[in-house]
């Protein structure tokens, strides 16, 4: 499996050549990663070429920054990748269609990202031809074993290095390594650690390390600034997001981008995520996510109108598994395909306008209007009058419906009697 990027890629004059051995390294630009190139080039001797998979969290002027720093500690060639399409192609648009939130409560903002970068990065090692990749991760949570697997998968002949996880390194440590190879950047650690993507930012902190404490207020990303309730409508063809307000968009991606831009400053979609880590352990982390959660109860309001008892009832089953064995990193189980197809030809008549209410930190749906509307006059109103069936018709369908389990019980009572 590979994906088609959209990349700006530039070798050094000195990138081949050179008798060393070629390395790709994921790269962000932070603390860890930093430490990655000035280890892995300086002390192990590895041309290393980094890149970063730009999954809607960076600004072009951060991507920028980032490749200037990248060639300043001293790396071959950087890459940036823009995979905010194939993120929302490849991953986001079964999250929607299957209404997934991780215990329902999280929309799985990083979870699903990790998986899309770990994707991009095997790839550009396979164009590399490189010997070795590596990541950033430590040995504490789920993303080095989302990195790791994709890799044993992708690219199973690769050597994989995780320097901060196999060196154990505290953040002091990798602070003082840095300043005595002269490098300089801001090594002030924020109050808390953010990462921004198109479908949700998660916010670590204090107050998330143990099993109490929310958030304060200062500490989202996205400030309240609005306080006036307002109505959007959200249209849906398919299943996809394509229009908000009537304001059409060429990718569903653009869409969620503009809901973002409309949700967010009402402080909407923000919660603590409680989950179970890969490896075992429980964790918090707080995230906001307005666009997600708008989208995502929009969604399956007009689902349940469009949509059958029972294609609902399969949808949430198996969605729900869809998710969980997203959030463990599995997505290039083929059974990840074969749901991937249900979910997309549940989609057929999902198609409609949504009506949502925002207001400051919570939202509400109004209802929905679609061709495909099960809850039509011409049958009938719920709890009225119904035109498509007589009440003998209701008499006798009731009976045979409760046959059988009227069976089980006269049958059970005469067996009784003869004890």
Known sequence: MSFSNNVNFQFSPDAAGSGKKTLVLGFSGGLDTTYCV???????????????VNTGGFSEEELKNIEAHAYKLGVKTHTTVDAVKGYYDR??????????????????????????QALHIADHVKALNADTVAHGSTGAGNDQVRFDMVFHIMIPDVKILT?????????????????????NMNF?????????????????????LSSKGMLPESAWPTQVTKHEG??????????????????????????IQYLQSIAGAYGIGRDIHVGDTIIGIKGRVGFEAAAPMVILKAHHALEKHVLTKWQLSWKDNIANFYGNWLHEG??????????????????????????????????????????????SSKFGKYGEMNNGWT?????????????????????????????
């Open 330 to 375: 599995q997505i290039l189980d083929p059974v990840m395909r074969d749901i991937e197809a249900f979910l997309q030809s549940s989609q057929q008549t999902v198609t409609g306008d949504v009506f949502v209410y925002l207001q400051p930190y919570r939202f509400q749906v109004l209802g929905i209007e679609s061709k495909y509307d099960l809850m």
């Open 91 to 116: 991953i986001i648009k079964y999250l929607v269609f299957g209404n997934v939130l991780k215990n329902n409560t999280y929309p799985l903002s990083v979870s699903a990202e990790r998986l899309v």
């Open 38 to 52: 000035k280890y892995l080039s300086d002390d192990l001797g590895y041309d290393v070429h980094s890149v970063i």
């Open 188 to 208: 002030e650690k924020a109050a808390y650690s953010i990462n921004k993507g198109l479908w949700g930012t998660s916010v670590g902190g204090r107050e998330t």
């Open 230 to 255: 307002e109505e959007v409508k959200l249209h849906f063809e398919k299943g996809e997001l394509t229009a908000v307000n009537d304001k059409t968009f060429s990718h569903p991606s653009e869409a």
């Open 163 to 183: 320097p901060i996880r196999d060196l154990k390194l505290s953040r002091e440590q990798e602070i003082e390594y840095l300043k005595a190879k002269g490098v």
């Open 391 to 419: 009440g003998e018709d209701v008499r006798g369908f009731s009976k045979i419906f409760g046959n059988q389990t009227s069976m089980y019980h006269l049958i059970r009572e005469d067996a009784e009697k003869q004890q």
